[in-house]
C-alpha cells in the first residue's frame, strides 16, 4: 500500500484543517489506518486509529473532543478533521496502514503495529 498525504498548511490558532491520507497498491479497505505525528525534537505519536470498516474510532486524549478521524473506502481515502486548533498541535502528520485488528491502545497506539507509512504532510498552528 501507498499512502500520500495532503491537506497540510499553516492555521491560526482555533483556525482547522482537512487533512487526507490516499492509498493505492492493495485494498485500502482491508486495512484499518491511524494518523501520527512528530515535532521536531519529539518521538512520533499516536493521534487517532479508525478499523478497517470504520465502526471503530479511537483517539489521543489530547486531541479528543477537536479532531474526527474517518474513511471513505470507495474513494481509498482517509481524512482527519482537526478542529479548534492549538499550537502544541504543529507537527509533521502522517497516515498509517495495518492488517492488525486493534482494539487495545497497545495495538492501535503503537507506530511499530503499522506496516505503510506515508511521507508526512506538515500542519503549523499560529499563536
Known amino acids: 500500500v501507498q499512502l500520500v498525504e495532503s491537506g497540510g498548511g499553516l492555521v491560526q490558532a482555533g483556525g482547522s484543517l482537512r487533512l487526507s491520507c490516499v492509498a493505492s497498491?492493495?485494498?485500502?479497505?482491508?486495512?484499518?489506518m491511524g494518523w501520527f505525528r512528530q515535532a521536531p525534537g519529539k518521538d512520533r505519536e499516536f493521534v487517532a486509529h479508525i478499523s478497517w470498516t470504520g465502526s471503530n474510532t479511537y483517539y489521543a486524549d489530547s486531541v479528543k473532543g477537536r479532531f474526527t478521524i474517518s474513511r471513505d473506502n470507495a474513494m481509498n481515502t482517509g481524512f482527519l478533521q482537526m478542529t479548534n486548533l492549538k499550537p502544541e498541535d504543529t507537527a509533521n502528520y502522517y497516515c498509517?496502514?495495518?492488517?492488525?485488528?486493534?482494539?487495545?491502545?497497545?495495538?492501535?497506539?503503537?507506530?511499530?503495529?503499522?506496516?505503510?507509512w506515508g511521507r508526512g504532510t506538515q500542519v503549523t498552528v499560529s499563536s
Open positions: 498509517a496502514a495495518t492488517e492488525a485488528d486493534c482494539s487495545g491502545y497497545g495495538c492501535y497506539a503503537f507506530p511499530g503495529r503499522y506496516v505503510y
Open positions: 497498491g492493495r485494498t485500502f479497505s482491508t486495512y484499518a
